[in-house]
């Protein structure tokens, strides 16, 4: 097994990811941190932010599953060409996260329904 894989018996990789900070820590200058609220749950995140950036810091990949076959959506292209981030903010539906900057209070709901 390749190094840095899953232990035996260790957490799955869907525990790891759910786990760990996805935010870099060094040289980074950010906006003042707020709140938003996806699916119902409090997530922080940084005015300047994409609500792209807020889902991957919070280990959030799946926003939505497509027809037919209910494949997983999540971030694909990151710049607003792909529309497979597409997710219900404060009541607009289809909006793309990719390009959409949070705001305290916001309210995002995924399409994974």
Do not use: W
């Given at each position: 097994?390749?190094?840095?894989?899953?232990?035996?018996?260790?957490?799955?990789?869907?525990?790891?990811?759910?786990?760990?900070?996805?935010?870099?820590?060094?040289?980074?200058?950010?906006?003042?941190?707020?709140?938003?609220?996806?699916?119902?749950?409090?997530?922080?995140?940084?005015?300047?932010?994409?609500?792209?950036?807020?889902?991957?810091?919070?280990?959030?990949?799946?926003?939505?599953?497509?027809?037919?076959?209910?494949?997983?959506?999540?971030?694909?292209?990151?710049?607003?060409?792909?529309?497979?981030?597409?997710?219900?903010?404060?009541?607009?539906?289809?909006?793309?996260?990719?390009?959409?900057?949070v705001h305290d209070?916001?309210?995002?709901?995924?399409?994974?329904?």
């Amino acid at each position: 097994m390749a190094a840095g894989g899953p232990t035996p018996g260790g957490p799955s990789t869907e525990e790891r990811v759910n786990t760990r900070s996805r935010r870099l820590t060094q040289n980074v200058e950010r906006g003042r941190a707020i709140q938003l609220r996806i699916d119902g749950q409090l997530v922080p995140a940084y005015e300047g932010e994409t609500i792209a950036a807020a889902l991957l810091a919070a280990g959030r990949r799946v926003l939505r599953h497509a027809e037919p076959k209910g494949d997983p959506r999540g971030i694909f292209c990151g710049i607003g060409i792909c529309f497979d981030c597409l997710v219900r903010v404060d009541g607009t539906r289809n909006v793309r996260a990719c390009l959409t900057p949070v705001h305290d209070g916001m309210q995002v709901t995924t399409l994974q329904q």
